[in-house]
């Protein structure tokens, strides 16, 4: 894998004409960085990294991560380059409508692409994700001398990953558990699109870091491949600590005129300067026209091959040796659930109904987690700092720890601090890399913090879970800044993100079964601080398909046909059941539906909704949260809040907004009198 | 304002009493940040602060912020020590509903509470912003001899607030700032909810602030009031930094069980170990009992009053010799509007009018801030490093930069780098400082990232204002990662928050115009990337109303009346119009609704609202977002976008969802034919 200077400077030409050229042709995209990263990438892709063309899913493969993910045309260069499955009319249509190329690079599009970046500062936090799943992962399946998991993560970064605070939270964790086979190389080339950072960005980076546990190597010119390929030599050699390679860059590099500019951050050079470029590179060829040595510098198809053969090599030996092992990993690696889950997910409903306890949602939450922690091994749990108010760790799940050198202690629960976007963006890494299924913990408030590392999870279609306690003013005390009102319609509008606000038990048991078999989608549960009543009915069917029908007025005495439709969920439901026996009382019929998740059941058939919601009945709709999103179900009423909630216990609270059922009762009564 | 030894211990110690007293009675809350920095409150209130009670909104008050507010009974304490409006009952009322003793602290509820905390990170940036407005405000005003505008800003802040990548945003920028008159203590316990910290929490603090330019003070007893005096005495020495004091304390701190130990963070010591607690302080009185000497060491009332009178003195004479500048200095700390405003919004409207441009809404943003900065000194905008995208910058505000000696240079517009929550969060912080009115920019799609920030400035009712750009799939090949979807919707959801997304320049005007004049509320402007048609018809009367019928039927020349009403918002407007045209071609007769905001519109008299939406009109939605939202308005039917975009050029993608005027007029055909 050695090139001669002359093959280096041909190499990241290659990448310096297909960046300029694609976005010119798109008139749309960031030359920049590809121009200004492309001895570094040289250096990177051509003597480190391990992988395989031919297989970009390869297990043991080296993951990659362009965090400053509008420098798209880089990576789709180098995936064209060294022999992916993206051929040159891919690259022609940069930026066009179901192009392999958008505009950010997108996982499941381009062949190669290991995280969807675009969002600053996420990409090293999904990087720092991919790091610790790994050496997790090496550290529950190697076996002396076989070391089937062994690969590093790489990340290239720019200054706008450097300020967003989201790099403050995963760099420091990335210390703290000393990730000495993650590697970022920051592309030091001081501008941002405003211009010369320098007035807003006077950071001293290497002192940041080192301040977080890392080692730093500083002062690398980024435009020398032989330097920036002996630190990554170096980098590799760590043994304790992630590493920052600080590589100085001219932005743009080749251009004559728009180079160390900020103009050449995002915008097209223009016709004559990229014929002024083409000159100063001594670049002759037409645009997406590449001369032959330079796809033989870079083709990484024989390499490749010959790495991914001797790990399966290595593997099969492991194999030979430890046939379960090797069996479970590669379940895990496929994010298949064991075969036995079905049967647990039955477990622990028929548990829940036969304890038919009145525990806090969040409490049935780790009870369910007791359950399916102790069967899935691939089960990493965590929270931001609130583990004994999430409730998010189980008997089965000791917290991770490192030892001095770095070597975890096997615990399967993350304390991350008090970093919820961190954390969030580090679960979707994890889950990116695979071998485990993350879940982590805080209050529903916080999921602010997150917000778009949830909606990048969806996005990304990644089995991501997301446990948000305290999920109402029902958390009492703590006052408005920490109860959710606005959060759960909030996140049902993320496409793709299941919601799911159980009621008891039983529907915690069926929401945590439901976001663990849903291997292509995240799921936020929304959990309650305050006890709530077990239901007597519900089965998994049932509330598996997000709303069911709860109590017909038969249940409370009445022989007559529901007039009414109350809908509820979560702490709601109970008082629906309440509300519906007051009712009965005065003669007047209500069926009472129960809405666990109301993304899932968007998702069913017109014939289950109209069963469910018939047509011709008044729908009432009670949650304790805005009430705008209701109104899609038709209500004729909804009782909510509106507003921010107060200071005080639950009970007073729930009375005070008109959470009670003497208030739902009146307001279904109003309806019917119309 | 000196204490002996006896009457500091004696002054710590009403604190912890009061605090684990009223937890205590709350059986909710935190005692173990209270009793840790007593001392530190020592320290700082009785020998540095510079305020006075009876008057909570002096203009040049020390500000205060408590960064960690689940300590709030630290500060309930010591405005009640000082001589506040906050009586002793209060604190017995503490977390119950309706008093002034909220859970965590929350401005405008209680005299002296600064700002409203408790979401992590946020306070001690408020703090920033706080700063910042001190300084530039300072600049601007002050006069040789005459230093009316001269305060310090100080925050208290725990391990958790330094975990949060939020403070990593806003720190750095304050040692760009040279913020030097910003001292925050860090009370370093080393214990977070889930205990000791150091497995999560190995950053080295002192040498990461000193990478972000700060003074470094660091290795005080944080027991020992007069090391924190003299180390506050110290930093207030600073001329071009902000200080970190770094004082070590025992969280808990007098409680011989808790001390120490997480569980002292936030439960109540109870009953037992409250006696102890009162043994080992020799502290004899019963709760919420407090000895005169412990009221007469803490009482601020004539000092305070001593240095308010010296302060109005110095402003009488700085009034006589610039009675203008003392004026302007007076209305903009009052928030209050020139009484020129009215008549500059007629005349940016007027200029729509008349210039009746089709240009972006950014642009038209940009067009009515030329105005309103113009005439507006105190606007103070910015934008996290999308500046030429935002369009956030005018020809009357140029950049603010800071001299080597911190010296601000006078500009008006901040380059706030890539930190969008930094930025949401300092402008919370410059507009409860007061003399601002803070706007800032970034993509829609980032607001997830600031959207704490955005509610906190809801739930504080301050007026702060997001300019969002590149609001929809119309942002076109940046791809999903940047275009927005859920959004808009999201964002209405927040109470209290006017969200706008205006549809041509007449209703930017007006957006702009609404947002400066409600000064207790925050605002978000939608705004498009791409061209929009000017609109013929609307004024600033029916836009300020949220929603106004834009066009009737006969507009297009039919006589008849209405048979279905299209709303529409920002990018979307013209196209409801051309599908109106389509459809009156076929006889078919509808009105077109602009809703350019409906969290306005939803503040009218049914009355205005029937004679917009008729009862019994069908209503059609279209919107480039998710489709949820506009139920609540009983469309019949709403074109929207319930997945995530592409990355393509925006005609294509508009084309591609079904946003074109033949599938408006199909669907409302539809909707006809029933």
Chains 1, 2 share one sequence.
């Not at 525990?359 to 691939?378: D, G, Y």
Request: glycine share 8%; charged share 20%.
């Amino acid at each position: 894998m050695s090139s001669t200077p002359q093959d280096t400077s041909l190499m990241a030409n290659a990448i310096r004409a297909l960046a300029m050229d694609a976005v010119q042709q798109a008139n749309s995209g960031h030359p920049g960085a590809p121009m200004g990263m492309a001895d570094i990438a040289v250096a990177l892709w051509s003597r480190h990294l391990k992988h395989n063309p031919a297989d970009p899913l390869w297990i043991d493969r080296d993951r990659f991560v362009l965090s400053n993910g509008h420098g798209s045309m880089l990576i789709y260069a180098l995936l064209h380059l060294t022999g992916y499955e993206l051929p040159m009319s891919e690259l022609r249509q940069f930026r066009q409508l179901h192009s392999k190329t958008p505009g950010h690079p997108e996982v499941d599009v381009t062949p190669g692409v290991e995280t969807t970046t675009g969002p600053l500062g996420q990409g090293i936090t999904n990087a720092v994700g991919m790091a610790l799943a790994e050496k997790l992962l090496a550290h529950e399946f190697n076996r002396p001398g076989h070391e089937v998991v062994d690969h590093h993560t790489y990340a290239f970064l720019g200054d706008g990953c450097l300020m967003e605070g989201i790099s403050h939270e995963a760099c420091a964790l990335a210390g703290a558990w000393k990730l000495n086979k993650l590697i970022a190389i920051y592309d030091d080339n001081g501008i941002s699109i405003d211009g010369q950072v320098a007035p807003w960005f006077i950071d001293d980076t290497p002192r940041r870091f080192q301040a977080y546990g890392w080692n730093v190597i500083d002062k690398v010119d980024g435009h020398d491949v032989a330097a920036v390929d002996a630190a990554i030599a170096k980098a590799r050699q760590s043994t304790d600590k992630p590493t920052l390679i600080v590589a100085k860059t001219t932005i743009g590099k080749g251009s004559p005129n728009r180079a160390g500019t900020a103009k050449a951050h995002g915008e097209a050079l223009g016709g004559e300067e990229i014929r002024l470029t083409r000159d100063a590179l001594g670049w002759s060829h037409e645009p997406f026209v590449l001369p032959e040595a330079a796809y033989a510098a870079w083709d990484a198809r024989v390499t490749g091959e010959a790495a991914q053969a001797a790990w399966n090599t290595r593997f099969a030996a492991y194999k030979t040796e430890f046939p379960e092992l090797a069996a479970e990993l590669a379940r895990r690696m496929r994010g298949e659930l064991p075969a036995s889950f079905a049967q647990h997910a039955v477990d622990a409903m028929i548990a829940a109904h036969e304890k038919a306890e009145t525990v806090a949602s969040r409490k049935a939450s780790q009870i369910a987690l007791e359950a399916f922690t102790r069967v899935l091994p691939e089960l990493l749990g965590g929270s931001a700092d609130l583990t004994g108010s999430n409730l998010t760790n189980t008997s089965s799940t000791p917290a991770l720890r490192f030892d001095k050198d770095g070597t975890p202690n096997g615990g399967r629960h993350i304390n991350y601090g008090v970093r919820e976007f961190g954390m969030a963006a580090i679960m979707n890494g994890v889950a990116l890399h695979g071998g485990f299924i993350p879940y982590g913990g805080t209050f529903l408030t916080f999921s602010d913090y997150s917000r778009n590392a949830i909606r990048m999870a969806a996005l990304m279609k990644r089995r991501v879970i997301h446990v948000f306690t305290h999920d109402s003013i029902g958390l009492g005390e703590d006052g408005p800044t920490h109860q959710s009102v606005e959060h759960a319609a909030a996140l049902r509008l993320i496409p793709g993100l299941d919601v799911w606000r159980p009621a008891d038990t039983a529907e915690t048991v069926a929401a945590w079964t439901m976001a663990l078999g849903n291997a292509s989608r995240p799921s936020a549960l929304l959990l309650s601080r305050q006890n709530l009543p077990y239901l007597p009915k519900a089965g998994l069917d049932e509330i598996s398909k997000g709303a069911y029908v709860l109590a017909e007025p038969s249940e409370v005495g009445l022989k007559k046909k529901a007039q009414a439709v109350i809908l509820a969920t979560g702490s709601e439901v109970g008082l629906a059941l309440h509300a519906q026996q007051q009712l009965a009382v005065q003669g007047i019929a209500v069926r009472v539906v129960s809405v666990p998740s109301t993304t899932v059941f968007d998702r069913q058939s017109v014939a289950y909704k109209s069963q469910v919601l018939p047509p011709k009945l008044p729908r009432i709709a009670v949650e304790a949260g805005v009430t705008d999103f209701w109104w899609k179900y038709g209500c004729a009423a909804v009782i909510g809040l509106d507003r921010y909630g107060e200071s005080a216990p639950a009970n007073v609270l729930f009375k005070e907004f008109g959470f009670t059922a003497e208030n739902l009762a009146a307001t279904v009564r109003k309806v019917l009198r119309g």
